[in-house]
């Protein structure tokens, strides 16, 4: 993107500010997770922010911090650049989780670990990963008591898959820009 994506202005708040009111909507215990060092806008003060020990370990890198953190037993993980999540997507995977570690949605046999909900008992084997150099969120799928959620039930609850939109490039950021918001 060229720019860190969390400040990027977004219908009069920042992209971040944005994500998190969506988040809180569905979620009581909002955990952000930033690099060492960046600025994040001004955010609500339930919100609390822990940072990544190491960086450039991508989702499951910020994934790790953010499960030790959270009071609640499972968390739905998003990235600050997803404006559109909805809540009617984070109802659908909390409910799914049930008898599970990890709720994980799934597009054309790509899972998508940004939004996801996954057990905060996970947080170990999250670090495993990481201390063995693998750093694929979805590989906790693989071995973690797993469902994932079909895009048929997906599209049930979000008929265009709007939250799985996310601001990768400028195209993609401007393109959301563009689009109508749902709530």
Do not use: W
Not at 55 to 83: E, I, M, N, Q
Not at 127 to 142: K, Q, T
């Amino acid at each position: 993107m060229g720019r860190d994506k969390a400040t990027l202005p977004f219908r009069g708040e920042t992209l971040l500010e944005h994500v998190v009111r969506r988040v809180s909507n569905s979620v009581g215990d909002v955990v952000v997770v930033a690099r060492p060092g960046q600025e994040l806008p001004r955010l609500a003060p339930a919100v609390r922010i822990v940072f990544d020990e190491v960086t450039d370990r991508g989702p499951l890198g910020g994934l790790a911090p953010g499960l030790r953190a959270s009071r609640a037993d499972a968390v739905f993980a998003t990235a600050c650049d997803a404006p559109f999540v909805s809540a009617a997507v984070i109802d659908l995977l909390f409910e799914r989780v049930a008898g599970f570690d990890v709720a994980i949605a799934e597009t054309e046999g790509f899972a998508h670990p940004l939004c996801a909900v996954y057990r905060t008992s996970l947080a170990p084997a999250v670090e495993r990963l990481l201390a063995e150099g693998r750093l694929r969120a979805s590989l906790l799928a693989d071995f973690a008591p797993a469902v994932r959620v079909t895009e048929t039930e997906l599209r049930a609850v979000d008929p265009d898959l709007r939250s799985l939109v996310d601001c990768d490039t400028p195209e993609a950021y401007a393109a959301a820009l563009a689009m109508d918001d749902d709530a």
